[in-house]
């Protein structure tokens, strides 16, 4: 019985654009990123990944030769993490954290210039929970009962650091739909807001 093997062809290569925002310098050496923005600076290393970054004067071309189809979904991820450093340098990012309680109330610290967040008090537990923030990360309090913010440029060590937070607070041997204390992200937004 003949079957016959049907094989797209193969792509020769898959490439992107994405302009360059005219507050923003980039700089591209061997697939390390630099984007200098007016809040400051961001670095990210692209080296685990097999494409081409060609900087031109207003836009950076991403390209991958050859390409099999994880090579192919690579170009859009890279297209998305040099926008969120454009968008980190520009404007910042900003989570805020509510902590819910049923009965005990979370106490919650920010102490070592805003760079560590103590969860006191966990359904009354004696013991502290002390989460160091990532680098470039700071918290401070929103003024409202409960809330704590978190901003940065990175967004990765922003989220990372509400992550931390909010896993600091998992409810052990007990029933999660029942007892659902814990300190939560309830809003995410930039420091910065253009018009």
Request: positive net charge.
């Amino acid at each position: 019985e003949y079957k016959s093997y049907l094989r797209a062809m193969k792509l020769i290569s898959v490439s992107d654009k994405l302009d360059i925002p005219e507050d923003c310098k980039v700089r591209v050496a061997k697939r390390i990123v630099t984007v200098v923005g007016p809040r400051g600076t961001l670095v990210k290393d692209f080296k685990h990944l097999q494409c081409e970054l060609i900087l031109n004067k207003k836009s950076v071309l991403i390209r991958v030769w050859f390409p099999n189809r994880k090579a192919v979904a690579c170009v859009n991820t890279i297209k998305s993490h040099i926008e969120n450093m454009f968008t980190g340098v520009r404007q910042g990012y900003k989570y805020k954290m509510k902590s819910v309680y049923a009965h005990f109330p979370i106490n919650i610290n920010i102490v070592n210039d805003n760079t560590l967040v103590e969860v006191h008090n966990f359904l009354g537990e004696k013991f502290v929970r002390r989460v160091n923030l990532l680098p470039g990360v700071t918290c401070k309090p929103t003024g409202q009962k409960d809330e704590i913010m978190l901003e940065g440029n990175d967004i990765e060590n922003v989220s990372r650091s509400a992550a931390l937070i909010q896993q600091s607070t998992t409810v052990k041997n007990k029933d999660i739909r029942k007892f659902l204390d814990g300190v939560y992200v309830s809003q995410k937004t930039h420091i910065v807001e253009l018009d």
